[in-house]
């Protein structure tokens, strides 16, 4: 069975996108499946985050202009059955190249076809830049479902919006009609705040279902484990925030079931 692909995106930066990629992709290889996690953002947080270095020429960016192939760039992390194609500063000039490219919308979904297809990985996450420009689009174009985080904030609902919105128009222009929204995951929850809780209510009445029951917490550890390279389950097992990406985990891989 090929690798479900899964976009992970929020044009608005700040929202806990990238902690979510990491610590998902390391609960979901922790439960036993084999992940790729895809890091397109040049910013290349994913990528420090599970402890890599930011290598020239290391990233998706050469394979997107047409040379060399993705698996070539596959590199294994310190955490078993846990993949990672790098991000490097080199992904921002990708963003000008590709649009000049043919078929510039569909170069990754080119590219993770035949990762997808083999036997190596049963999920693919794809870390997206805190944008809805060409590496975003190709992201939408490549994955089989979009994983929205989104922020405990006032504006939370502004966030999501566009996002969804550009998802229906590359399903509905026929650039990837099988793209749908697994979800949307309420992250940096304060529950000291009545504003917090008001905005996970709001959501839940726009999107119902598509909301996962687990809300993220804001929590220090959490912050803390980027910077030692490490996914919060390695960095503190027993933390809040550790536990909730455990079940979010569980409850995502639920949704995946056919």
Do not use: W
Not at 23 to 43: H, K
Not at 155 to 177: C, F, T, W
């Amino acid at each position: 069975m090929p690798a479900k692909i899964i976009a992970v995106a929020n044009q608005k930066g700040g929202v806990g996108k990238t902690t979510t990629t990491i610590n998902l992709s390391a609960c979901l290889a922790q439960l036993g499946r084999r992940v790729l996690l895809v890091d397109l953002d040049p910013q290349a947080n994913a990528t420090s985050g599970l402890g890599l270095e930011k290598t020239v020429g290391a990233s998706a960016y050469r394979p997107l202009l047409g040379e060399g192939t993705l698996a070539d760039k596959i590199c294994p992390t310190a955490f078993e059955r846990l993949h990672i194609v790098p991000s490097e500063v080199d992904m921002c000039g990708a963003e000008i190249e590709i649009a000049r490219a043919e078929n510039h919308l569909r170069r990754l979904a080119a590219l993770l076809e035949p990762v997808a297809a083999g036997d190596q990985f049963d999920v693919i996450m794809i870390d997206c830049p805190p944008s809805l420009g060409i590496l975003t689009l190709n992201a939408f174009a490549a994955s089989d479902y979009l994983l929205i985080p989104l922020q405990c904030e006032y504006y939370a609902l502004e966030g999501i919006s566009m996002s969804h919105k550009v998802l229906s128009q590359v399903r509905d222009n026929g650039v990837n009609p099988r793209l749908q929204l697994l979800g949307v995951v309420m992250t940096m929850f304060d529950g000291r705040t009545r504003l917090a809780a008001q905005v996970v209510e709001e959501v839940r009445q726009h999107f119902g279902d598509l909301v996962f029951d687990t809300v993220i917490p804001r929590a220090i550890r959490l912050a803390e484990a980027p910077s030692f390279g490490k996914p919060i389950i390695h960095y503190d097992k027993y933390s809040p925030g550790a536990a909730a990406y455990e079940v979010l985990a569980g409850e995502l891989l639920q949704r995946l079931k056919p």
